[in-house]
């Protein structure tokens, strides 16, 4: 099994830009979980699906982020217009059944920079 | 708002032990143990949920405490690989999934 994939790997973008970042998860999980990580705010979960519908998007800091799921093998999540501030890594992981009780795979991240 | 984990880091020569903990101030549904190496992601551990049993992962053990909303994490014979940020993930009545902060272990030979 692969695992989690996330790609890029690495990006850097100037203030204003679109940003994607994309997820496959392990084949046969049906959740998937977005988590941002700095060293000022530690670790955020962003957004949760179930079955590829949104469940908890509480955690999505402002309409500039927007999250996608169109199938249960792909995911994007979406910084439009991107800022300095949202220099983190991002993380996607996911799971094979709820998560109160699975365990949660995670992908290697993605390391963003904006300028 | 988010869990609290003390001690903030430890340092241990290998083989001895360890205790981290987790507390909160809602009444919790469960609580996740995850373990990050420095620039790799997180590794989960283990649930651990209201009601439930104690965990195991290795030689790495949990319990939870519902009355006093606190976990404990007990790390047994330490070996270098336990270094690294482990972190407690809280769920309660009324409030998303939340990460504490992490506990820096270091483990010394």
């Known amino acids: 099994d692969a695992g989690v994939i996330q790609s890029p790997r690495h990006e850097v973008t100037e203030m204003g830009q679109e940003v994607t970042l994309r997820c496959k998860p392990i084949?046969?999980?049906?959740?998937l979980f977005w988590y941002r990580q700095t060293m000022m705010r530690g670790l955020e979960l962003l957004i949760y699906?179930?079955?590829?519908?949104?469940?908890?998007d509480s955690g999505m800091p402002e309409d500039r982020f927007s999250a996608k799921m169109p199938n249960a093998s792909f995911s994007t999540l979406k910084i439009q217009p991107s800022e300095p501030r949202d220099s983190a890594v991002y993380f996607c992981?996911?799971?094979?059944?709820?998560?109160?009780?699975?365990?949660?795979?995670f992908g290697p991240g993605t390391r963003l920079t904006v300028l | 708002q988010q869990p609290v984990q003390s001690p903030q880091a430890v340092i241990l020569r290998e083989g001895e032990d360890a205790v981290i903990n987790c507390s909160s101030s809602?009444?919790?549904?469960?609580v996740h143990w995850y373990r990050q190496k420095h620039g790799e992601a997180p590794v989960f551990l283990m649930i651990?949920?209201?009601?439930?049993e104690q965990m195991r992962h290795e030689k790495i053990s949990a319990s939870f405490n519902e009355k006093k909303q606190q976990s404990s994490l007990y790390l047994t014979a330490s070996q270098l690989s336990y270094s690294g940020t482990y972190f407690c993930?809280?769920?309660?009545?009324?409030?998303?999934?939340?990460f504490g902060p992490g506990t820096r272990l270091s483990v010394l030979p």
């Open positions: 992981a996911s799971s094979s059944r709820d998560r109160d009780t699975d365990t949660q795979y």
């Open positions: 084949s046969g999980h049906n959740s």
């Open positions: 699906f179930n079955n590829n519908v949104p469940i908890d």
């Open positions: 809602k009444a919790l549904y469960s």
């Open positions: 651990l949920l209201k009601g439930g």
């Open positions: 993930g809280t769920e309660s009545h009324g409030q998303n999934f939340v």
